[in-house]
């Protein structure tokens, strides 16, 4: 999965949130190679799999903080729902529920880059 200079790496996609090191439904969509709405979709059909501990809905002002550091991210500052933010855990669960070869190799890179 090459990366051109305008693509962040997967490390600079990696926000410190409520303590926690997470990375946004917009950001593991396009890693993933599948729309955020449709990641979403996924996990609203598998809550089961997604614990708290695993993702939660960013604050309106943390949304705000994340769009004002991250200029790839500027698209999210008109959208009316709060990104969802998920965990290194929750990140592997969606490479499961997503099933695609792309999302299983992007699932390592994403697992390695958490560390």
């Known amino acids: ?14 926000h410190l949130i409520r303590g926690q090191r997470i990375m946004l439904d917009a950001d593991l969509a396009e890693i993933y190679g599948v729309k ?20 939660f809905q960013l604050s309106p002002a943390e949304k705000a903080e994340v769009v004002a550091k991250c200029d790839h991210l500027k698209g999210l500052k008109f959208s009316p729902a709060p990104p969802f933010a998920f965990t290194e855990h ?12 792309r999302a299983v190799q992007a699932s390592v890179a994403i697992a390695r880059a958490f560390v």
């Open 90 to 101: 929750g990140a592997v669960m969606l490479a499961a529920v997503l099933n695609s070869s």
């Open 36 to 55: 955020t709405k449709r990641l979403n979709e996924q996990v609203r059909r598998n809550p089961r799999r997604f614990p708290m501990d695993f993702m």
């Open 1 to 14: 999965m090459g990366m051109n200079s305008q693509t962040p790496s997967t490390e600079s996609r990696i």
